[in-house]
């Protein structure tokens, strides 16, 4: 039977977050969209490549620079599950606004195309 997920682990540069539950990975790669003709369904083509996108909430601490966080460039983003699937996503950048929301703080990145490692 196979395992099922329930946490998930980020990792940035090698160094684990403090990431709240409900941390979300979109893979990016080829987003494709159906084609049809006059009779109907004719298959898929590759509408646009994207980036890797990962959200995630951490608990804000004296030791947590939320400049720093809105600064990130070019790190490597190990997105990993309780139930042993590790998705790599690599150069990602901060994107949107890091926001310090009461004692939580809110970031994503995005990176190229996760790839499962």
Known sequence: MAQMTGMV???????????????????????KEAVNDVHGYCGTAVKEIKGAEIKFTIPHASDEDVVALQNL???????????????????????????LKGNEVEVTLSGQPAELV
């Open 9 to 31: 682990y980020v990792t940035l540069n090698g160094q684990r977050k403090r990431s709240k539950p409900g941390a979300s990975l979109k893979p990016g790669g080829k987003i």
């Open 73 to 99: 460039a070019d790190v490597t983003v190990l997105f990993e599950t309780d139930s042993g699937q590790r998705y790599l996503a690599r150069g990602a950048d901060t994107v949107g606004e890091v926001e």
